[in-house]
């Protein structure tokens, strides 16, 4: 089985690649730059867009995650569920699977989240809307880790310092809940 992730860093940090790759036996390949939009995956005058458009016309795939930028979803909802559409077209002219990776409301309390003048049940919220949406428009599975994100942090740290990434924990609950969507999907096709 083969995943490609197109992201950014909250694909990335803490090599939650790594970690996807251990828990479903996968060849998991990234394609991710920090602050980067699904837009720019579909963008071959861009280095990260060529890498990606190369990778879906090129290259076999079983599953390929979108995850957009951590605000992109409330702020360019446009662009992101036109991203999402045009990308799942590709990905499955490509034979794959699309999975959303539907992050999480930055954490409660924190700077960031001030800073935008945002609460954070409404953004939490938000975003598990606009994912859904993305992924009811074009028929993809959604891992909603935002909404695991919000169940668990009333109980466990899952952030990092900076209010806005994930700390290793929170890392691990990204990579379980993408794997777990995999899982069972694969089972309901059995």
Partial sequence: MRILMLGNSFTFTNNIPRMLAELTGAEVVHHTRGGARLSEQLNPQTRLGAKTQAALANERWDYVVLQEMS?????????????????????????????????????????????????????????????????????????????????????????????????????????????????QQKENQL
Wanted: charge should be negative; include cysteine; hydrophobic fraction near 40%.
């Fill in 71 to 183: 605000h992109g979803p409330i702020t360019a909802p446009k662009s992101f569920l036109g991203s999402v559409r045009l990308l799942c077209e590709q990905i499955r002219e490509n034979g794959a699977v699309p999975l959303l990776y539907a992050t999480w409301a930055y954490q409660k309390g924190g700077d960031k989240l001030a800073a935008k003048g945002w609460d954070y049940d409404e953004m939490a919220r938000k975003l598990s809307v606009a994912y859904r949406q993305a992924a009811q428009e074009n028929n993809a599975l959604l891992a909603d880790v935002g909404q695991r994100f919000y169940e668990l942090s009333h109980t466990q740290d899952l952030y990092a310092a900076d209010g806005v990434h994930p700390n290793e924990a929170g890392s691990r609950i990204a990579a379980e809940t993408l794997a777990a969507v995999i899982q």
